[in-house]
């Protein structure tokens, strides 16, 4: 059946090498894939080919049946992609780093800040974050704007078990409200009724 996201035949290489081939999924509103396999399967290769990042060796990614590739700025704006680093400016202080953001994306820096629990942290430079604070701040661009799609790399990556609670509830606010979730990960993450995909 196809899915609000389609991923169709596809195939990946990395440095001259197939990572994987032939595969097709599709996932619908609510859904939520965790993406499992051992280190250098391809999962964050899948990830960043369903962002836009890399392109297919072979077959595409659709989005409500169109080829996401034919308007690469439409499926950016749908599309929040958490990668293995941060890219956090280390001199802004997170709420300008949100500030930053939602000037582009819309959401409100406030409430982004208050989703992830760094509220009292808002006017520190992010030099003096921690590991997992600064998880939590990149994880916090997620809720900015409304895009429908969120690619996770190893979101829980330094989280402590509070943070990781209070990420379960964004993924299910964002699952109730229509969104998609895609997540690679080692470690437990809480998602419900989520489907596995092993590479
Ligand atoms: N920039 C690159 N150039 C060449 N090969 C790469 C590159 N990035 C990844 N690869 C290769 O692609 C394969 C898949 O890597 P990928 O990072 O997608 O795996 P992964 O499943 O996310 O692994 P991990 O669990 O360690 O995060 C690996 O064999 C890796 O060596």
């Known amino acids: 059946m196809a899915g609000l996201l389609d991923a169709v035949d596809l195939a990946a290489r990395r440095g001259g090498r197939v990572v994987f081939a032939g595969l097709s999924f599709a996932a619908q509103?609510?859904?939520?894939?965790?993406?499992?396999?051992?280190?250098?399967?391809?999962?964050?290769?899948?990830?960043?080919?369903?962002?836009?990042l890399l392109r297919p060796a072979a077959g595409h990614v659709a989005w409500e049946g169109e080829d996401a590739a034919s308007d690469p700025a439409a499926h950016g704006a749908r599309t929040r992609y958490l990668g293995h680093q941060d890219a956090i400016k280390p001199a802004l202080s997170p709420e300008e780093d949100l500030r930053f953001w939602s000037r582009l994306r819309g959401g409100d820096p406030a409430a982004a800040l208050e989703a992830v629990g760094l509220s009292p942290l808002a006017a520190l430079p992010c030099r003096t974050l921690s590991a997992g604070q600064r998880r939590r701040l990149?994880?916090?661009?997620?809720?900015?704007?409304?895009?429908?799609?969120?690619?996770?790399?190893?979101?829980?990556l330094g989280l402590d078990s509070?943070?990781?609670?209070?990420?379960?509830?964004?993924?299910?606010?964002?699952?109730?409200?229509?969104?998609?979730?895609?997540?690679?990960t080692?470690?437990?993450?809480?998602?419900?009724?989520?489907?596995?995909l092993r590479l």
């Open 29 to 52: 509103p609510g859904d939520a894939l965790l993406l499992l396999g051992p280190n250098g399967a391809g999962k964050s290769t899948l990830l960043r080919l369903l962002a836009g």
């Open 138 to 156: 990149a994880l916090a661009r997620l809720t900015l704007g409304d895009a429908p799609l969120w690619l996770l790399d190893e979101p829980t």
């Open 162 to 184: 509070a943070s990781v609670e209070r990420l379960g509830g964004l993924l299910a606010a964002h699952r109730a409200r229509g969104g998609i979730v895609l997540a690679a």
């Open 186 to 196: 080692h470690l437990p993450l809480p998602m419900p009724g989520a489907r596995e």
